[in-house]
């Protein structure tokens, strides 16, 4: 062999950089095409791929990678109509978030992913499940008003006890979100016509997300329901609102946030759906099979536990005089 | 510098859509890429045009670099050098004033400390040795500068055709040598 074949030198010359544009508009064409051909390309670019170390840094002038933040929203919203929100995740990088919540997360919401969409539905646009990457703990209080409250009658505000973690098991009852229906919400202030629209009015029954939010600062839940309109503006998260304010550019990581938001409450919709699935199975067993409930989970126990104070137990019943005509 | 593992969790980061991940590997990668581009378009401005929209790529691929294949920061360079190849060939504003073509350097590579030399480039170093002065050098200008076989005949005071022949026997002469 004393040529290369004249693929195999397209491919090399595409990688060295020396064929001219038309030749380079045919390799690019081939590359896709060719899967043969992209594989000579990939391994002239494994050979070659060190020799950029060899090249002296320069420092790029400092007004580039501003530019680059202000078009990277938009960059990746282009491929994010296609895809749901977020392409494929690699592996997640060693340490980089909390694995535990994660996988277990993971776990909740293979379980009730069925669940999630129908405990969801109220949400204007549901965006498909999408991988649950972090779930901050302030935001329990957010998902407890709204999903579980509309999805059952069942009494949510017990529950917590047995399913979630402590920190979520404040007695965030749920009856308080319920006065907010969700669909009653203006869209919120929005940022971006589609996006937003949609993660606005998630989070915007903030009532509660705003107060577990800024834990202490203004607890203004009172207010809360009788004027739904005007509590959501002034209760939106401080950081979204200095981004209305200046718009295109520092947009871009509200918007993400606001992502994540959307992520983290979708996660907690997923686990009060389930929260809500336990406690309708544990009111039919009640109802259907008491005999069969643990001792710990029998009514009068857990009313024990949550502190509620029992009636005074009603004297067994004596049985009715023999002469008694409403014998049963 | 990071070293190619940090840079390859910032990228897995940025797959996922960490921005924050990305401004670090941008600050970390930057000035590589950077040197890469303006080698080859030898114009601040638009080298900078060229970068921007290699950043841009990378944020946008960046779920689908494979680690089997390239070190991350080699994956990136191929995106911004092809970037700036094709930037290269398309018809530019000629330069101002204020964005003069910098003065052609040295074309041979820079310095590498010793202990960045990875085993891959060493070899490939050695493989590059062995050829012929004159398409050694012809081969680092071709991969440094990214110029085509117009340009190169140009500089080397070539004819076209031997160029092309050159390039191709030199490129044997690499493959046979880095699969001995």
Same mark, same amino acid.
């Given at each position: ?7 195999? +030198? ?47 840094? @320069? ?20 491929? +994010? ?25 993971? @776990?909740?919401?293979?379980?009730? &992913? ?5 405990? #969801? ?30 999805? &059952?009658?069942?009494? @949510? ?12 098991? &404040? ?18 202030? &929005?940022?971006?016509? #589609? ?134 | ?180």
């Amino acid at each position: 062999m004393s040529e290369l074949d004249h693929m195999d +030198g397209l491919a090399a010359e595409y990688v060295l950089g020396t064929l001219d544009s038309e030749e380079r508009e045919q390799a690019r064409i081939l590359l896709e095409a060719d899967a043969a051909f992209a594989t000579k390309v990939e391994s002239w670019e494994r050979r070659f791929g060190d020799l950029y170390l060899m090249v002296e840094p @320069v420092e790029p002038d400092s007004a580039i990678w501003p530019r680059i933040k202000a078009k990277m929203l938009y960059a990746r919203e282009r491929t +994010g109509t296609v895809e749901p929100s977020i392409p494929p995740p690699p592996p997640p990088p060693p340490g980089a978030e909390p694995p535990n919540l994660d996988a277990i997360e993971a @776990v909740i919401s293979d379980a009730a &992913t069925t669940l999630s969409s129908e405990a #969801t539905s109220t949400a204007p646009e549901q965006a498909p499940p999408a991988p649950i990457s972090e779930v901050a703990p302030t935001s329990a209080a957010e998902a407890t008003s709204a999903p579980a409250s509309e999805a &059952t009658p069942a009494p @949510v505000s017990e529950v917590p006890v047995s399913e979630v973690p402590a920190s979520e098991a &404040t007695p965030a009852p749920a009856s308080e979100g319920t006065s907010v229906p969700m669909t009653e919400l203006p869209p919120a202030p &929005t940022l971006d016509a #589609t996006r937003m629209s949609a993660v606005e009015a998630v989070p915007s029954p903030p009532i509660v997300a705003a107060s577990a939010e800024s834990a202490g600062q203004a607890p203004s839940e009172p207010r809360a329901p009788s004027e739904p309109q005007a509590a959501s503006e002034p209760q939106a998260p401080s950081e979204l609102q200095a981004r209305t304010e200046p718009p295109a550019q520092p947009a871009a990581p509200a918007i993400l946030s606001m992502h994540r938001r959307l992520r983290r409450w979708r996660a907690f919709a997923v686990l009060m759906a389930l929260v809500v699935v336990a406690v309708a199975a544990l009111l039919a067993a009640w109802r259907f099979a008491p005999d069969r409930v643990p001792a710990m989970l029998q009514p009068l126990e857990l009313m024990r536990q949550a502190g509620v104070p029992l009636p005074a137990i009603p004297a067994p019943r004596r049985p009715a005089p023999p002469e008694s005509r409403f014998d049963e | 510098m990071s070293t190619p593992v940090e840079i390859t969790w910032l990228l897995a980061a940025v797959a996922k859509g960490d921005a924050l991940a990305f401004e670090r590997l941008y600050g970390a990668t930057c000035p590589k890429l950077y040197g890469v581009v303006l080698r080859i378009l030898r114009r601040h401005d638009l080298a900078a045009g060229v970068l921007e929209q290699a950043y841009l790529q990378v944020w946008r691929e960046a779920g689908d670099y494979d680690p089997a294949r390239l070190t991350p920061l080699a994956w990136m360079v191929a995106i911004a050098r092809h970037l700036a190849i094709d930037a290269a060939r398309a018809p530019q504003p000629p330069a101002t004033e204020s964005d003069p073509e910098i003065a052609e350097e040295d074309e041979g590579p820079g310095n590498v400390p010793r202990h960045e030399l990875t085993d891959d480039l060493k070899q490939l170093l050695t493989c590059i040795g062995r050829l012929e002065p004159d398409r050694q050098r012809m081969l680092l200008l071709a991969y440094y500068g990214a110029f085509n076989r117009d340009q190169l005949s140009a500089r080397l005071a070539m004819p076209i055709d031997l160029v092309r022949a050159s390039l191709r026997r030199s490129l044997l002469e690499i493959d046979g040598c880095l699969k001995s």
